[in-house]
């Protein structure tokens, strides 16, 4: 025993092995644990770092509070009567928007209001109350005269206050609020400046794993409630737009085909703005170019131009190195925040932003598993030399499309995850094939033993000549089998239990099949077909097919009820039995088997078995298979015409000998007679049947037939 499971093993491995592997490689590109989205990022950072993004001047400026601004101007935080005057000498010269990168929490602590309060708290001091000048006031009187946008830190702890929201959304399709990070509260700017101010943003960025910020957020949220990144509320307010248009999946004209898959796209005035499904914009970053920045101090002391204002959107920022506002950007440099929000700004401005489709994962999954299928069987057929020129070839295929779709169109595409899979397969396959080539022979025999019937087994073994392509015309019968609702039941529970339920369920409708001396044609799914009469005559092959067509019901009956009171809803096992002339024999190429069945016969089987969920049975038998049975025990359904056909067929319930000779039977008979007579009074007896016996189907199915008007006992199938 342990030297034939281990022959099977070493057989089956080379076509196991590579299939794990590749199986593995998909199931991590679509989960995306943390190590592949670092490896997927790291190859995004390389490409930044090969061909960074050319600078290209653009109406943005950062206003940036360097060290020698800082040298100049006095110590952090400036005075806000300070800050009022930079506000209103940017909106005189015609800045389009004024942006704070700032989070402006607490009051002036500088202004003479405020340290008259504190004084006349410690001490008598005259009543000046109401005389002295008040920063704040002073820098909200600023801010309300032009096109402003203060700015707020969300934080993952619940604070007193929320920021105030701005702009309006306009959503289609599914809701963003599903698909962003939440946080908690937020640190906001004090109501007085939010109140006049046109725009209000989120200063926040989303870091990776390794804290390079590669993406800047259009959205974010605190609860139930949007509110948009300082970046969009700086393109917002500059463009003048009062609102943003938020595309999710199921949008119109964007395929999600029913997913969730994320947001699709942000519109900022008559931009429109691809994101990630978080609403992200990848930012395609340049190098640090001196034409970017405005030191404050020259705006102050008058030596910048209206040219270097007029029309730009200029955000106020700071580069000096005691504030600590830096990030780590793509290109491995550190860079101020305020920067990040600059280029994202540029980048969106003149389409040049990175990004990554909603389509890369099918695209990436599609080569991955295009090239495992045709590594797999060229190491067999080839050898490992070939074999590696080709996997390297793809290697390279996937690194250049990756490199140029990158360098042309600014998207992004993994090329790390195929090309490791599909090493990964190489190897394995490599080192394996020769054990396939040396048991050839018996990983056959050992293959059919393992997915059909023993009968045929053995019937191969005594007569290897019949072991080649071909057939021939032969009466079989056929049993098909399907389990309704399994799809739902699958969508819905984990796959272990799935798994463990459906091997649990086929083994024993297997063996039933093989107690009844049946071959295994297929397992589809939940799905099974089986044949009798084949590969050996069976004379009774009819009355076995009935037989093994009970006993599978009697099974999955017992099964269902079973599962069912353990919590696990499974669905009715419908089987459908047709009997038929076919071709019957060994199907395929030269090395690889399929015994089976071609014919009309096999066809009708297998719509006998959908019939049953119109019927309202469990089992349906056709005329063809219940004459063959000198003992058949059932009740007529009718004739069936089923779509596509233009013959009827003449249907049967199969019964027990109990079940006959049930009341509900005998009324049911005796309804049946009248109706195939076409005797008015058959629609009476089947209301009767039909109210005595509520839980027959067949009787409810022809009362509500002539209820609608149909006579006799043809029936006329609408669906397959």
Same mark, same amino acid.
Request: glycine share 8%.
């Given at each position: ?21 590749? #199986? $593995?490689?998909?199931?991590?590109? +679509? !989960? ?6 670092? %490896?997927?990022?790291? *190859?995004?950072? &390389? ?116 920021? #105030? $929201?701005?702009?309006?959304?306009? +959503? !289609? ?6 698909? %962003?990070?939440?946080? *908690?509260?937020? &640190? ?533």
């Amino acid at each position: 025993m342990i030297p034939k499971l281990t022959d099977r093993l070493i057989r089956l491995a080379p076509l196991s092995l590579p299939l794990v592997v590749l #199986v $593995v490689g998909v199931a991590a590109h +679509l !989960a995306k644990p943390g190590f592949m989205i670092t %490896l997927r990022n790291a *190859a995004f950072d &390389v490409y930044q770092q090969w061909s960074p993004r050319e600078y290209q001047p653009a109406p943005v400026r950062i206003l940036d509070i360097d060290d020698e601004s800082l040298e100049r101007l006095g110590q952090w935080p400036w005075p806000r009567n300070q800050l009022a005057t930079v506000v209103t000498k940017l909106q005189t010269m015609g800045a389009a928007a004024i942006v704070f990168d700032i989070v402006f929490a607490e009051p002036d602590r500088t202004s003479p209001s405020r340290i008259y309060q504190r004084l006349s708290e410690l001490s008598a001091v005259p009543d000046l109350k109401g005389k002295l000048p008040d920063h704040d006031q002073i820098f909200a009187s600023a801010l309300s005269n032009g096109a402003t946008v203060t700015g707020f830190a969300l934080v993952n702890h619940p604070t007193p206050r929320l920021p #105030v $929201v701005k702009p309006g959304f306009a +959503l !289609a399709g599914d809701d963003p609020r599903l698909f %962003l990070p939440g946080h *908690a509260g937020s &640190v906001t700017t004090l109501p007085e400046f939010e109140a006049v101010a046109v725009g209000n943003g989120a200063l926040n960025f989303l870091p990776d794993r390794d804290g390079v910020v590669r993406q800047v957020p259009l959205l974010l949220r605190v609860g139930d409630t949007l509110y948009p990144g300082l970046t969009a509320e700086a393109l917002r307010v500059a463009l003048g737009a009062p609102s943003y248009l938020v595309k999710a999946s199921g949008a119109s004209a964007k395929l999600s085909f029913g997913a969730q898959t994320g947001i699709n796209s942000v519109r900022v005035g008559k931009i429109p703005v691809s994101t990630d499904a978080q609403g992200q914009v990848w930012v395609n970053y340049s190098m640090p170019v001196p034409e970017r920045y405005i030191p404050a101090w020259k705006l102050v002391v008058g030596g910048v131009s209206q040219a270097d204002i007029k029309g730009f959107i200029i955000i106020i920022g700071s580069s000096a190195a005691g504030l600590q506002d830096t990030r780590f950007n793509a290109l491995g440099q550190v860079i101020p925040g305020v920067e990040i929000h600059a280029q994202a700004i540029e980048q969106i401005l003149q389409g040049t932003y990175l990004t990554r489709p909603d389509w890369a994962t099918g695209a990436e999954l599609l080569f991955m598993v295009t090239m495992a299928m045709v590594l797999i069987p060229l190491i067999s057929g080839l050898g490992a030399l070939w074999s590696a020129v080709i996997g390297a070839g793809a290697a390279a295929v996937a690194c250049v499309v990756s490199w140029y779709v990158f360098v042309n169109a600014q998207m992004l595409f993994d090329p790390l995850s195929p090309l490791l899979t599909n090493l990964g397969v190489y190897l394995v396959s490599s080192v394996l094939s020769h054990f396939r080539t040396e048991r050839q022979q018996r990983w056959i025999r050992e293959a059919f033993s393992s997915y059909v019937s023993p009968n045929l087994v053995w019937h191969l073994i005594e007569n290897p000549d019949q072991l080649s392509l071909g057939g021939e015309r032969r009466e079989c019968t056929f049993v098909f089998t399907d389990l309704a609702d399994f799809t739902s039941l699958v969508e819905k529970s984990e796959p272990e239990l799935v798994v463990s339920l459906l091997n649990e369920y086929l083994d024993e409708m297997v063996r039933i099949a093989f107690q009844h001396d049946g071959t295994l044609d297929k397992i589809v799914g939940d799905a099974v077909t089986v044949i009798f009469s084949a590969p050996i005559v069976q004379a009774d092959h009819a009355a076995r097919g009935v037989a093994c067509a009970l006993a599978m019901d009697t099974f999955a009956q017992a099964f269902a009820r079973t599962k069912r009171d353990a919590g696990i809803s499974l669905g009715t096992t419908r089987i459908g039995v047709n009997s038929g002339t076919v071709i019957i024999g060994n199907f395929g190429g030269e090395t690889v088997f399929d015994y089976t069945a071609h014919g009309d016969a096999i066809n009708t089987a297998a719509r006998m078995e959908s019939v049953n969920k119109y019927l309202g049975t469990r089992v349906c038998v056709s005329a063809a298979t219940a004459s063959g049975c000198p003992d058949f025990i059932g009740r007529p359904v009718g004739t069936l015409v089923l779509k596509g056909k233009t013959q009827g067929i003449e249907a049967f319930e199969p019964l027990t000998t109990t079940q006959v000779q049930s009341p509900a039977i005998t009324a049911y008979r005796e309804a049946f007679d009248l109706l195939k007579r076409k005797d008015p009074g058959a629609k009476a007896a089947f209301a009767a049947a039909a109210l005595t016996y509520p839980g027959d189907p067949l009787a409810a199915l022809h009362l509500n037939r002539l209820q609608s008007g149909e006579t006799g006992t043809t029936i006329v199938m609408a669906e397959k």
